[in-house]
């Protein structure tokens, strides 16, 4: 997996990217934020955090977002898409006065029963 992640790197440093950040819970109360890559028409993982036993703050996810952004490189990252919650709002608006950044918040409606 990492092997196909470095291969990608070169398209991020040519046409930008776009990190989206998912939370999700499941019935059993492990909480995972993944940490996915959008550039020229392919999404990939880059990683899986376990915040289970975290206060989501908008501190704590700030971090998570920034370390996401230099993992792929602050000068390679256009926009980032999270959620609309008011942690990665704050998270967002942190981002966006240190860097350059377009910060895009979705509502985002799952289906799903337990």
């Excluded at 020229?40 to 880059?46: I, Q, V």
């Excluded at 703050?57 to 996401?68: E, F, H, Q, T, V």
């Excluded at 990252?77 to 918040?105: C, E, H, P, W």
Aim: one cysteine or more; aromatic letters at 10%; proline letters at 2%.
């Amino acid at each position: 997996m990492q092997k196909y992640v470095d291969d990608q790197r070169p398209n991020w440093e040519k046409f930008g990217c776009t990190i989206l950040s998912d939370g999700w819970t499941g019935p059993t109360r492990l909480s995972i934020i993944n940490i996915m890559v959008y550039c020229a028409g392919t999404t990939m993982h880059l990683k899986s955090i376990d915040v289970s036993n975290k206060i989501k703050s908008g501190d704590y996810i700030y971090g998570i977002l920034k370390d996401a952004m230099n993992e792929v490189g602050k000068h390679n990252v256009i926009q980032i898409v999270t959620d609309n919650r008011s942690n990665y709002k704050k998270a967002g608006q942190k981002l966006m006065k240190r860097y350059n950044l377009y910060l895009k918040f979705v509502i985002l409606i799952s289906n799903l029963s337990y």
